[in-house]
């Protein structure tokens, strides 16, 4: 079930980066854009999979264990 957090705690808990008055929220996106666009892409991309690989390794063995299941209750 989901779950609805308080802006401070979404900040405290880091699902958020930032907390900003609605009319502030396009001038930070545009720099937060900007900040990101200044990474170089093969750093970004690096990155980017680290962060990912984990989820992808788990997803393909929960793919593995799918099959099994799957040929087992057939």
Request: aromatic residues 6%; hydrophobic residues 50%.
């Amino acid at each position: 079930m989901a779950k609805t957090y308080a802006v401070e705690d979404a900040l405290r808990l880091g699902f958020v980066d930032e907390v900003v008055v609605p009319e502030r929220l396009l001038d930070s996106a545009v720099a937060a854009a900007k900040s990101m666009g200044s990474i170089p892409s093969a750093t970004f991309k690096l990155v980017k999979r680290q962060l990912r690989q984990p989820l992808l390794d788990a997803v393909d063995r929960a793919a593995a264990y799918d099959t099994e299941v799957r040929r087992l209750w057939e």
